[in-house]
């Protein structure tokens, strides 16, 4: 099942085949072969025992604790609890990257019968944050050699076309960006409810609101951080209200359309009938 077209169907009224799942798995495959090597003596440089910072990464990321977390640090890092920021920053990124390298091999990507089903892409997008975690470590890009592989990868509904398409307009467009995360929680922090993104806090917000009375922008600086990779960034933000209906937000100068923000930040944002100024 995980490997071949094994001939089993959940839907038995569709002539489908499964030829796709070996192109699928061994792009998988190209993938993870095209960060292992590179990273290997990455990781060296990091983890006194990269094996075992790995192992027990996973224990952490069950039950995370800033306690457990440092306990880890000093545990694991090469130069324990005096690790830089940006080492430490480098190590999570690295983790990250190999827990999403083994994600995407998660099984019921293969159970059922279709290629740019739900389950597939899930696996595809946990591809992807790999390959843009790669990126941050700065490895070479493997995505041009992984879409590649893609290309093989068939699908039992023609306007699909290939593996590549499916990650390229399902997988990959459903991530959110940076600057689409820093929307959703300067919403949400605005109005005091709770962030859209559990790995990424709200540090330090300063913001005004200004009107007319038709409109209203609320802009001002926020402080952001990635929970998992230590990732700490300000960012400017605007957000554009006419007569009680989301308009625009921006986000460093890049327009973020509302559709691209999750939809309980907008909503609670707009219910929100009294702002807390300066946080």
């Excluded at 005096?82 to 990257?97: C, D």
């Excluded at 009107?211 to 230590?230: H, K, M, N, Y």
Aim: with cysteine; hydrophobic share 40%.
């Amino acid at each position: 099942r995980w490997r071949s077209n094994c001939g089993c169907r959940s839907l038995h009224d569709k002539p489908w085949t499964q030829a796709w799942r070996g192109p699928l798995r061994r792009a998988f495959d190209i993938l993870s072969e095209a960060v292992d090597r590179p990273s290997a003596p990455v990781a060296r440089t990091l983890f006194t025992d990269p094996v075992a910072a790995e192992n027990e990464y996973g224990e952490l990321t069950a039950a995370e604790s800033p306690t457990k977390r440092e306990a880890y640090v000093a545990k694991h890092f090469r130069a324990g609890a005096s690790t830089p920021a940006v080492e430490r920053r480098r190590g999570w990124i690295y983790l990250e990257m190999r827990r999403n390298l083994m994600y995407m091999y998660t099984s019921c990507a293969w159970f059922f019968d279709e290629s740019s089903g739900l389950e597939v892409v899930q696996n595809m997008r946990y591809a992807a944050r790999a390959i843009a975690l790669a990126r941050q470590l700065g490895l070479a890009d493997p995505r041009p050699a992984f879409l590649d592989a893609l290309r093989r990868v068939s699908t039992n509904i023609p306007d699909c076309r290939d593996g590549s398409w499916i990650f390229e307009n399902y997988a990959e467009k459903s991530l959110y960006t940076t600057g689409q995360i820093a929307a959703g929680v300067f919403l949400s922090s605005w109005s005091g409810a709770i962030a859209p993104f559990p790995a990424w806090d709200a540090g330090r917000m300063e913001a005004i609101e200004s009107s007319d009375g038709r409109r209203r922008l609320i802009a001002g600086l926020l402080s952001i951080f990635d929970t998992r990779t230590e990732d700490r960034r300000t960012v400017r933000a605007e957000v554009h209200i006419e007569r009680d209906v989301f308009s625009s937000a921006k986000i460093d100068g890049e327009n973020i359309p509302e559709t691209h923000i999750p939809e309980d930040a907008v909503r609670v944002f707009l219910e929100c009938t009294t702002a807390p100024g300066v946080l």
